[in-house]
């Protein structure tokens, strides 16, 4: 069954409304296109990845409409199984063109609604869809703190900088930083859950934070645990963004 | 055989197994791919070359039949159809050159494996010819610039404008000097042709915030004449800032050397104060990027003005602008339907800034927008400048004269990397105002609670005192950034001198004129007062106005040499020139170019064509009876979808006076269906939300002036009583959006303003007697929107000429009692 923030969503994916889809691509605009590239296998440039992936986000639109969430698919797979099909289509209609014949596109089926190991998302794909997810909590996190605030909690754990320098640089003792680090993470943790359940369409999907060391309820170790893990997130997302503008600027 | 012997050929065959099988996998294996891929070489050249052949032979047949049609079309007078024959026969032709390419050099090649040989001619060639700069001339068709010798071209960007570079007349050296621009050498030319392929959009993007530039400087002159629009800039002759970038890091091992990093600095504060200079101008540039950023000299100038936008304008915001130097937020507010005025544009600008910043420091685009990581050595401080540059629209800096005050302490320091981000001026003042109850929340160092403005201003005046001219330098050298102080450019320079403002000789030590001067940068881009509080304690403040924002110059360096003079009145020098009516004149003369147009067509069909049309009468039968069967059918499409667009409108459709916008509303054909058209069930006045309208926008994102004329008429809706559903956005109700998407999806695919869609719309109506009308926002065929309304049946006729109105433009009398959306829906 689906939340109110994911059904509030899909409704405004339903409903056109460009801010939503804006940011889908935003945030998975990076995972789709690493994906395209990755089945591309070089047989496909960075222009017609960024292509296929906008390509993608138009299927959904035509096919958002018929999106039944009682069949149960998972949020990853929805968008996976989109863009294969995006993806096969544009190959099919290469090597149709290379035997001089031409092929209209082909219609996209439904089996990306049904919940499936057909589709074939490997675990990397998986783990790229949560990062991404998690890169819109730290965002969403970022629009609601005090500058101040976000700033001390990247300096500490996204830039690993110690508690110590963290304080001398800002002029402040390091309890204060403690404080602030708490407030923020605490912060991170609400928002965590709400994108999570905005973007995910199964339990299963929604239970992946708490899989992945990020629990909402946690203990004090669990804190050092949950920063490490938001830390190296972070770092591997810094990489996949910068490995898609390099991909772009090709 | 002995057993000897038997032992011995056993063991060789043992010993020989392996080597076979050895020999086997690595040489014979390896020989047989071999051979193979020698055979798929001359197969696929053989393929390819009888491809090609196959190729030429079809695109000489295609030709054959396309250059009749093109000389029918001529004949009949179909001038833009044989345009667009010959368009064909070009790319047929174009396509039997590439065949012959492939077939002499490309297929050889490839067969004797000197790929590499042909990737110059196959890829690197046609990129270089397709980036080449323009004409060196204007086309005939443009004339020439009256006043200027064009001396050269520059590549055109993508705002479909030519650029060209330009000597100027003795006259006009003159005239510039009279306006105050001394020192004019060449020029740069941005001209736009509607000839040339310059469209309408271009020419009003481009012109809208023109007449403010050449107020304050940034341009020397502009033009709108019956063949073209241009205007006229200084020319800086150096290269980019990306370039510059790359230089300064192709020497550097793992981050920037401090000489390096003197030079970022004083790009960076080149930069932020031409922003400085455009807020405070009241304008917003929008496209700060480093193929903008001109480094010459030792200076960097902000170039390009295809988007500077007024920051007060009405517009409604869009999402152009460069990936990665584009605040993301601007973008989500563009979809929203934010006006220009509504935001505080000038931030945009700063978040430009902050990512130039950060390429200079990473030689890199900023891919992770605000969470970007600096990876490589930098000073903490401007590390820290960055990210307050680039982090939330509501958080970061307040204006680029603060940015500019941090990065100016970074470069003063003796060691820049031991500032720390606490001694940023930005930090004491406005984090300390911020956190003024700083012990509560654990604060520590921030100072007491000091006035954000009072303590940049403080900050901005120790910059006039401390160092002559206001140069920022590393330890006690005179740096390039003093050397920019020290002949700061030109039209900067100028454009002060306008505003009365010179360049003096020693620091302004008026600490009052600095705060004032400071604390009115801050805001007076936007004509609006700042209110900068002098005593937290007792509660008193100080009101300060656009004119201090002169005297906040002289405090960063700059002395008035004479005295200040009131600063010009913000009104435009030749009122008669608007956008809006330069738009309105150039529609005339396009209309008029039409008429003119259609009167030449329509003689020369009345002229001697009829002597033509007898010598190649033959030819045109021999055609008429190939084509014959296809333009029948063109024609029957044609006339069936007028056909349908017609029955769609059977009541009423007219155009909106005065708006770009077209409305057609749709009643029932049959007024007893469903209720009486005539008495209607719902009552004329649609007070307190209990009605609705239904509104769908197309995905395609209409641009202004259309915006807002649609947004303007959906809120006359509003005004009417109607709930609207469909506005959509991020605190939209989920209910609305499942009701304009169950809408959608009942329409599915059916055409705009056909009776395919008007049925589907008609049945959800029916379902939803709460519902008056549902208003689509689709295309005309001009480009112009159309609102077309279709009416449920119960609602009377007086009710629908209201709904009509409203969307026309008549002012509605908000009815009485009218109660918020929000109270409606509970009600419900």
Partial sequence: MLNSLTTGFISRLRARDQAAWFDLWETFGPVLRAQLTKWGKGRIGPETVRDLSQETLAALSDSIDRYDPARGARFSTW??????????????????????????????????????????????????????????????????????????????????????????????????VSRRLAKVRDSLRVRLEEVISTYSFTEEERAEAARNGLAANPTKPDDTLFDEAIADIYRRQVELRESDRTRANA | ?????????????????????????????????????????????????????????????????LIPLTVLNVVIGRWSASSHYGRAIQNEFVSIGRSLYRIVIGHPARLLCLTPLTEGLEKRIPEVVAAAPGADRPSKRQGQFDGYAIVGSLPGGGSGGRLYIAEPSA???????????????????????????????????????????????????????????????????????????????????????????????????????????????????????????????????????GLVTPLRSSMTLTTHGTEYFRDPEMVRMALRGVKVHEVDGAKFDIYAAGAVLYSMIENSFPAHGGLSQISKPCPEALRWVVRRAMTEYDKRYESAALMLEDIETVCRADDPFAVKPFALPSMKGSEAAHHGAADQHGWEGMGGAVGAGATVAA??????????????????????????????????????????????????????????????????????????????????????????AVKGEAARGFVPAVPPAPPAPLRPRNPGSSAAEQLVRARHRAKEAQDRAHRRMAGMRGKPNVG?????????????????????????????????????????????????????????????????????????????????????????????????????????????????????????????????????????????????????????????????????????????????????????????????????????????????????????
């Fill in chain 1, 79 to 176: 968008l996976l199984a989109i863009a294969k099909h995006v993806l096969g289509d544009e190959m099919d209609r290469r090597n149709a063109q290379k035997r001089g014949g031409n092929k209209r596109a082909a219609e996209l089926d439904e089996t990306w609604m049904i919940a499936s190991g057909q589709a074939g998302a490997d675990a990397e794909y998986e783990a790229a869809v949560f990062r991404a997810k998690v890169e819109a909590a730290i965002r969403l996190v970022e629009r609601g703190c005090e500058f101040t605030d976000f700033s001390i909690y990247r300096m500490r754990v996204l830039d690993g900088m110690p508690g110590k320098d963290v304080a001398s640089s800002l002029g402040i003792s390091e309890p204060t």
């Fill in chain 2, 171 to 305: 006259e006009k050296i003159a005239a510039f000097a009279k306006q105050g621009q001394a020192s004019v050498g060449r020029v740069v030319i941005k001209s736009f042709s509607l000839a040339d392929g310059s469209t309408l959009p271009q020419i009003v993007r481009e012109n809208r915030a023109l007449p403010a530039a050449k107020r304050m400087g940034l341009i020397l002159e502009h033009d709108l004449t019956e063949e073209r629009f241009f205007y006229v800039t200084r020319y800086v002759p150096g290269e980019s800032l990306g370039i510059t970038t790359q230089t300064l890091h192709s020497g550097a091992g793992a981050g920037l050397g401090r000489e390096e990093l003197r030079k970022v600095c004083g790009y960076a504060t080149d930069l932020l104060r031409t922003l400085t200079h455009y807020h405070e101008g009241g304008l917003w540039h929008k496209d700060v990027k480093p193929d903008n950023i001109i480094v010459a000299n030792g200076q960097a100038h902000l170039v390009d003005f």
């Fill in chain 2, 1 to 65: 055989m002995e057993p000897v012997g038997l032992a011995f050929l056993i063991l060789a065959g043992v010993i020989a197994i392996p080597f076979a099988i050895f020999g086997i996998v690595y040489l014979i294996v390896p020989a047989c791919k071999g051979i193979a891929w020698v055979f798929m070489q001359v197969f696929n050249f053989v393929t390819g070359e009888i491809g090609d052949v196959l190729r030429i032979a079809g695109a000489v047949i295609t030709s054959i039949v």
């Fill in chain 2, 459 to 548: 900050a901005a005046a120790s910059v006039g005192a401390g160092t002559p001219g206001g140069a920022p330098t590393f330890g006690k050298k005179p740096g390039p950034v003093a050397a920019m102080l020290g002949q700061v450019g030109e039209y900067v320079d100028s454009a002060l001198g306008q505003a009365g403002v010179g360049r003096g000789a020693g620091p302004m030590a008026a600490g009052e004129a600095a705060a004032a001067a400071i604390g009115g940068a801050m805001r007076s881009g936007h004509g609006k007062p700042n209110i900068k509080v002098t005593n937290w304690w007792s509660g008193k403040y100080q009101i300060s106005s656009q004119g201090s």
């Fill in chain 2, 612 to 828: 033509l049309n007898v010598g190649v009468g033959a030819a045109v039968l021999v055609f008429l009876g190939v084509c014959g069967f296809f333009t029948v059918s063109m024609f029957k499409l044609s006339e069936h979808r007028s056909a349908q667009n017609v029955a769609a409108s059977p009541a009423v459709s007219e155009t909106l006076a005065g708006s770009t916008v077209r409305l057609a509303v749709t009643r029932s054909a049959e007024p007893g269906k469903g209720g009486s058209a005539a008495s209607g069930t719902m009552p004329v006045e649609f007070g307190g939300g209990e009605f609705e309208v239904v509104v769908l926008r197309d995905s395609i994102s209409f641009q202004e002036p259309h915006r807002g004329a649609i947004d303007g008429a959906i809120a006359r809706l509003s005004d009417l009583g109607l709930s609207v559903v469909g506005t959509l956005g991020e605190n939209s109700d989920p209910m609305d959006n499942d009701r304009v998407a169950e809408l959608r999806n009942r329409i599915g695919v059916a055409p705009f303003q056909t009776t395919e869609s008007e049925a589907p719309i008609r049945a959800w109506l029916a379902e939803h007697p709460e519902a008056a009308a549902a208003v689509w926002v689709g295309r005309h065929e001009g480009g112009e929107p159309i609102a077309w309304v279709v009416m449920a049946d119960g609602v009377a006729a007086s009710g629908t000429e209201k709904i009509a109105d409203a969307l026309r433009g008549a002012p509605a009398e908000k009815p009485k009692g009218r109660s918020s959306r929000a109270s409606n829906r509970s009600g419900r």
